[in-house]
């Protein structure tokens, strides 16, 4: 079975640090792009970073970029998010999600959902000013 286990959400205060961590498991790691999205009460889901690290390929939203690193284990099949001087406008609800590489290549961009196969539960991110 396909299972995108996300994890490392929590409360922290403007200006901190968190990281999260998806774990994959149940595909063949490499041939996926795995993104993270995020939700924010009563706003559009957002693709904020993406990474497919066998092509050496990341992305990241404007509005994350310089304060959010995305990297990959792939020893773990586990995709990291490293997110720095957070705002309060960072909380939200955050995902991560498996895309195979050809639906991004050529469907839809990484930022958009439709591409995605299979999604993790969320992990809320709470940042407090």
């Known amino acids: 079975d396909v299972q995108l286990q996300a994890s490392g959400g929590g409360l922290v205060q403007a200006g901190g640090s968190l990281r999260l961590s998806c774990a994959a498991s149940?595909?063949?790691?490499?041939?996926?792009?795995i993104g993270w999205f995020r939700q924010a009460p009563g706003k559009e889901r957002e693709g904020i970073s993406c990474?497919?690290?066998?092509?050496?390929?990341?992305y990241y939203a404007d509005s994350v970029k310089g304060r959010f690193t995305i990297s990959s284990d792939n020893a773990k099949n586990t995709v990291y998010l490293q997110m720095n001087r957070l705002k309060p406008e960072d909380t939200a609800v955050y995902y991560c999600?498996?895309?195979?590489?050809?639906?991004?290549?050529?469907?839809?961009?990484?930022?958009?959902?439709?591409?995605?196969?299979?999604w993790g539960q969320g992990t809320q991110v709470t940042v407090s000013s």
């Open positions: 990474i497919r690290r066998s092509a050496g390929s990341t």
């Open positions: 999600a498996a895309a195979w590489y050809q639906h991004i290549m050529f469907s839809s961009p990484w930022y958009e959902g439709q591409p995605y196969d299979y």
């Open positions: 149940g595909f063949t790691f490499d041939e996926y792009y």
